[in-house]
């Protein structure tokens, strides 16, 4: 049966059978399940602390929360979240970057399945932003307390993970003469910062918020418009 000792070879052999597998015979497989098997469980638990971090940070808030507040949920002990992680703010900014790549994952989603054109493009991206600020875990975590926690963090942090995504957005836009040929950086990045005011805006006003935020936008991107078309002087 396997995983118990076979019998027979064992008493003249000398050699283990563990698993079915004479010891000093294990297979290339076999080796490498082994070794698969610890970074497994540690991909295991770092996953449990951040799903347990990511709903108590929500709840409770960075201050609010201790770490026995979310070891003990998880039924780990500080020793495994210290292994992982080497602080509650080493915690919370895991937290963050996972709650930001999320959102990039949606976007890229909704911008593969709108239409070719650029300003579906632009439509599907902002929709797809907004909806994703809108929840909880987001919006506390992201929008509340990582500037807070994290202070000027959240700005390299956020222009590694959007800031090439939005880029590429704008270089789009700009090709297809719907936007001038600005610095496309600094295009995208107070893009960045105009959508996490409003959606921050959304936590107190909710969709009349959203739907400002959105005629602004849509605004200033009309008014960059008319001056892509404008014919050269």
Known sequence: ???????GPSHTSGMRYVAG??????????????????????????????????????????????????????????GALYHHFKSKADLFEAVYVELEEELTVRVRAALAASADDAQSQLAA??????????EPAYLRVVLEEAPVVLRQRTRAIDRAIGLELVSALMEQLIAAGEVPPLPVEALAGILLAAT????LEMASRGESARRDGRAVIDALFAGLRLLAREPAP
């Open 1 to 7: 049966m396997p995983g118990h000792p076979a019998q």
């Open 21 to 78: 597998v004479r010891q000093g015979e294990v297979t290339q497989g076999a080796s490498e399940g082994a070794l698969d098997a610890p970074r497994d469980a540690a991909e295991a638990t770092r996953a449990l602390l951040l799903e347990v971090a990511r709903r108590t940070f929500s709840r409770k808030g960075y201050a609010g929360t201790s770490l026995q507040d979310i070891v003990g949920p998880a039924g780990l002990t500080k």
């Open 125 to 134: 991206a902002l929709d797809a932003f907004f909806e994703a600020s809108a």
């Open 196 to 199: 996490g005011d409003v959606a």
